[in-house]
């Protein structure tokens, strides 16, 4: 069954620094990942989506990359602002179950220090 | 823009109560999902469907049901609600990969705080 964990479980740091959040799944059979953003109280926005057959994704000063046999995604984040402080999630939609569902990691909650 | 929408922001409703929570998508998309979230225990599926009429149970359904009559809209039901159903509950929808699709992601909706006292 596929699981998702992602490290550190918290982050703190001063504005400016650049930073990168991990994301391990440990069957590299997939259709794509995603990671997402979530402000406390709040719903999901969807940040990245990383098909399969991909490295890497760029959005403004994100950057996902994909290893997929080696179960891994990292998260890039350049010149962080208190603006991204909030949780970001990983999620994988592995090709069991026809695909229906993501599996979610915990998260990893970060705080951007002006 | 694509959208997911979640009937109610917040909701306070007594025990006992039948409660409805509603999620319309105008995106097409054939699956449809609903979570809760707690601190410390992450999104847990409560149900998902594929299809109008279909369903299938996630990890957490007991004390839930769900309805979807339309392939837009996807209702998730407590049909006592009780004081630990107390959560945010989000809905997503998602496309069904299949070969030639570019966006088979999840989208979300801005999440219904439940409080049941």
């Known amino acids: 069954k596929q699981e998702v964990t992602q490290i550190p479980a918290a982050l703190s740091v001063p504005e400016g620094e650049n930073l990168v959040l991990n994301c391990s799944f440990t069957d590299s059979a997939i259709y794509n990942l995603q990671w997402f953003r979530q402000d406390p109280g709040k719903g999901l926005t969807s940040l990245l989506l990383?098909?399969?057959?991909?490295r890497e994704q760029t959005s403004g000063r994100l950057n996902a990359s994909l290893d997929k046999s080696s179960g891994r995604s990292t998260l890039y984040i350049a010149a962080s602002q208190p603006g991204d402080s909030a949780t970001y999630l990983c999620?994988?939609?592995?090709?069991?179950?026809?695909?229906?569902?993501?599996?979610f990691g915990p998260g990893t909650r970060l705080s951007v220090l002006p | 823009d694509v959208k997911v929408t979640q009937s109610s922001r917040y909701l306070v409703k007594r025990t006992g109560e039948k409660v409805f929570l509603e999620c319309v998508q105008d995106?097409?998309?054939?699956?449809m999902f609903w979570y809760r979230q707690d601190p410390g225990l992450g999104l847990r599926l409560i149900y998902f469907?594929?299809?109008?009429?279909?369903?299938e149970k996630g990890d957490i359904p007991e004390g839930y049901s769900v309805s979807r009559e339309k392939k837009e809209r996807f209702s998730l039901i407590l049909e006592s609600a009780s004081t630990n159903q107390t959560s945010m509950y989000l809905c997503?929808?998602?496309?069904?990969?299949?070969?030639?699709?570019?966006?088979?992601?999840?989208?979300f909706g801005s999440g219904t705080r439940l409080t049941v006292v």
């Open positions: 990383i098909q399969s057959s991909q």
């Open positions: 469907s594929y299809d109008v009429k279909m369903k």
């Open positions: 997503a929808s998602s496309l069904i990969p299949r070969s030639g699709t570019a966006n088979y992601g999840y989208t």
């Open positions: 999620a994988v939609r592995p090709f069991y179950n026809y695909g229906q569902n993501f599996v």
């Open positions: 995106m097409d998309h054939e699956n």
